[in-house]
Nanobody, 124 residues
């Protein structure tokens, strides 16, 4: 299973981006999907996750009310809609796939497959 993130880029503060996570060799619809991010000099942070049944019960505090995770089942993608972006959202964003979804903050140890990351840069 290979995961590929797309949709990253450079936007001004207050703008929006949508990241997508797609899979080759499998369908993301069969997996729990987590989104993580890592800013320069910081540890990787779990942003949110979604179960195979579209359960979502956690967003990291810094992104609550601004980010939304969802599945596009016909397109076989999991999307992360990011609105009202802030410079502190600048990071490499990773999607990851796992067989079992556990609520709460996504634990990277529960995810077996990882994408290569998408750079998101927010300018002042």
């Amino acid at each position: 299973v290979q995961l590929v993130e797309s949709g990253g880029g450079l936007v001004q503060a207050g703008g929006s981006l949508q990241l997508s996570c797609a899979a080759t060799g499998a369908t993301v619809n069969d997996f729990a999907i987590g989104w993580f991010r890592q800013a320069p000099g910081k540890e990787r942070e779990g942003v949110t996750s979604i179960s195979q049944d579209d359960d979502v019960d956690y967003y990291a505090d810094p992104v609550k009310g601004r980010f939304t995770i969802s599945r596009d089942k016909p397109k076989n993608t999991v999307n992360l809609q990011m609105n009202l972006l802030k410079p502190e959202d600048t990071a490499v964003y990773f999607c990851a796939a796992g067989d079992f979804w556990v609520g709460g903050g996504p634990d990277p140890k529960r995810y077996d497959y990882w994408g290569q990351g998408a750079q998101v840069t927010i300018s002042e």
